[in-house]
């Protein structure tokens, strides 16, 4: 497979899904929106775990790599906690939503971490980002104030609803905080992409903005979907295929790294410790 034709997986995922909700109703419609929100995470899992495989033990990459990996195997681990077969109540007489709450916080930081560590690559190689200086601190400053513009609404409600004692806010919280310190990291992981536009890593790179792109899209799908006079199961589709299109990106960002190493010569990789 071409590396150039990764992108169209996602494409593909988030089209089945959209014809398998058109053509079912009811239970097989929620049939069909777990089914794409577990196998897009797993796919999620699958593909940095084959990223992380390609690098050796300790190397910069494959920290990155199984960080974003871990934030996807969390994030599955929550969703266990929902089978028909589970209790609600866990070991340690710990409640269920104060399981999820704690999963959550850390499935978000694993996530912000590897993002750290695909925003410092650059860094680390000891190579200079391109263009000018102003420009990248424009670009953040973009980014965190489209995130800040798409999760403040929702972020003001679940911290009214903290401040009256409810703790199960915390999880939309955390994950409306990790959104925003992802998406200020955005810019430095495009900023990678197109300083290796001209060799392999611009795939990689690329897809995996892509994915954190798609998460913001989320958020925002989410925020219309709570205003907006549209069907349920039409704004539930809305949101179900940017979560699929995050979850796929970063899939084939994975396949994508891997395949870079396997192809790339010396002069297309970054190098770092």
């Known amino acids: 497979m071409r590396l150039r034709t990764l992108a169209f997986v996602p494409l593909g995922w988030v089209l089945l899904l959209a014809a398998t909700v058109v053509v079912t109703d009811g ?7 777990r089914c794409a929100i577990e196998g897009g995470k797993l796919l999620a899992l699958a593909g940095c775990l084959a990223a992380a495989s390609a690098f050796e033990g300790g190397e910069y990459m494959r920290r990155a790599w199984l960080l974003h990996g871990a934030s996807y195997a969390l994030l599955l681990a929550r969703d266990a906690f929902y089978l028909p077969a589970t209790s609600s109540t866990f070991w340690l007489a710990l409640r269920r939503d104060d399981l ?32 000018p200086v102003a420009r ?82 989320y958020d925002a799908a989410v925020v219309v979907a709570a205003h907006a006079p549209a069907s349920p199961v039409t704004m539930r589709l809305a949101q179900e295929v940017c979560r699929g299109l995050a979850c796929t990106f970063a899939f084939v960002a994975g396949l994508a790294q891997l395949a870079v190493l396997r192809r790339a010569d010396k002069r297309d990789m970054l190098t770092l410790p």
């Open 100 to 131: 999820e709450a704690g999963v959550v916080l850390l499935a978000n930081g694993a996530a912000v971490a590897s993002t750290v560590f695909m925003a410092r690559a650059w860094e680390v190689a000891g190579l200079e980002h391109p263009g």
């Open 27 to 33: 239970a097989a419609q929620s049939v069909a929106f």
């Open 136 to 217: 990248r601190r424009l670009l953040v400053v973009v980014a965190v104030s489209v995130a800040l513009a798409i999760t403040a609404p929702s972020a003001a409600l679940h911290l009214r609803d903290l401040t009256r004692g409810d703790l199960e806010t915390l999880v939309p919280l955390a994950s409306d905080a990790g959104d925003v310190l992802s998406m200020s990291l955005l810019a430095p992981v495009l900023f990678t992409a197109f300083a290796v536009r001209e060799g392999l890593l611009r795939y990689p790179w690329g897809l995996f903005a892509a994915s954190l792109l798609s998460w913001l899209l």
